[in-house]
């Protein structure tokens, strides 16, 4: 059985048990969620898609973390202009409890 759902404007394919890394996410570490935006659930080969989809699925948060850094820099030649700017996307590390 799998599940497609929706977070913070991504896709992910998810099962029972699968941990995954998604945007990030208020909570703190222990903290069950539900995911309300579920768009395919896959039973057995038996597929539900759209508005027919009842199932929710719930996770629990493990934790948080920060992906790598992208830098941007930026220089305007012969000007002595030179800016370097760089930032760390954060990440939260979740467990898929079920689907259900």
Sequence with gaps: MFAII?????????????????PHIEGSVGDKI???EVLLIDNDGKLT???DVKEKVSAE???EV???KVIAFKMKRRK???KK????????KIMIDSIA
């Design 49 to 51: 898609v759209g508005k």
């Design 80 to 82: 002595g202009f030179r």
């Design 34 to 36: 539900n995911i309300p």
């Design 6 to 22: 929706k977070i913070a404007g991504h896709q992910f394919k998810v099962q029972a048990g699968q941990l995954l890394y998604v």
């Design 66 to 68: 920060q992906g790598d």
């Design 85 to 92: 700017i760089g930032h760390r996307k954060l990440y939260t």
């Design 61 to 63: 948060i493990i934790s």
